[in-house]
């Protein structure tokens, strides 16, 4: 209000000329400052999308200096440096995150878990050849670990490897112990054999999603919501959330992203209806959680079918 009031008062005391000069000069300054403004409620830049969209970290909040100052008393601990690198990627500074990985993997070169830890964050950078070596060597480390097959599968998956993305996740679901993991890894699991071409395969996964079946973590009632809708039981409107008004609800937008993507990808290989296919991954990727698979898929088949937004 203070600056309108010295525009008019300048208004008021100059040529019309000189008058136009000063609201352009004015506007200029508050679009600099909404840039400064942007970039400083960012962290780091983490990477460029896979459609040339610059990403950016959370801003450094209370978790990661405590974990950091943990982890300094005691720098060998092998859970409190995947627990820094957890914290760091709980604010999508992944870069960091893989950086602690590699320093911890110095003294503890076969410990499975970081290479699965380091392996899901370059999934989230879009370095899914990176990924797939680390997560490939994590599971020959500790074939029991259900996250680095899990994990490899993903890494599979966004490159189009999707036999292969398919039979990571089988071996994921047949380490499954809970309602909760079979629900993950059958949705990964479904979706690759119907990308792969293999249909009859993938009608069989999802016999094991009986009407009694729940989740407890909250989040993967987004993918029993996908799983009931490939199976005919939710209709594509029940089943889509609305999407989120507040760009800081994660919670919001992780179900939006995991679910569109889920639908367009439907449509993508159901019944090649490539238009509203795009229609809704564009949806996912004008979003601000670009760590989400969802998010991660949408941009891989964006990027694939050369849609506008891909250009």
Known sequence: MRTEMRVFAALARTSFGAAIVLIVSVSISYAVYAQASAKASNGAFETTSLLGRKLYAQPDDGPIAAAR????????????????SQAQAGRRE????????????????????????????????????????????AASLDP?????????????????????A??????????????????????????????????TQAAEVLKRITPEMKNTEPHLLFYLHLLRFYQGAMTEKDVLPEKPSDPNDTEAELAF???????????????????????LFRQVVAGQAWNAWGFVGSEVALEHTNSPRAK
């Open 144 to 164: 029991a670990k259900l996250d680095a097959f899990y994990h490899l599968g993903l890494a599979h998956y966004f490159q189009g490897q999707f036999p292969a």
């Open 257 to 279: 992203d995991t679910v569109t993507y889920g639908v367009g990808n439907w449509h993508f290989y159901n019944d090649h209806d490539a238009k509203r296919a795009n229609a």
């Open 69 to 84: 100052k943990k982890l300094a008393a005691d720098p060998k601990d092998m859970k409190l440096i995947l627990a820094l």
């Open 166 to 199: 398919a039979e990571s996740f089988r071996k994921a679901l047949a380490l499954a112990k809970s309602d909760d993991s079979v629900i993950d890894c059958s949705n990964w699991l479904y979706v690759s054999l119907r990308r792969a071409s293999q249909s």
């Open 94 to 137: 992944y870069r960091e995150a893989i950086a602690t990985c590699t320093k911890g993997l110095a003294p503890a070169p076969k410990s499975a878990d970081l290479y699965i830890e380091r392996g899901h964050r370059e999934l989230g950078l879009r370095e899914f050849k990176a990924a797939e070596r680390d997560l490939s060597h």
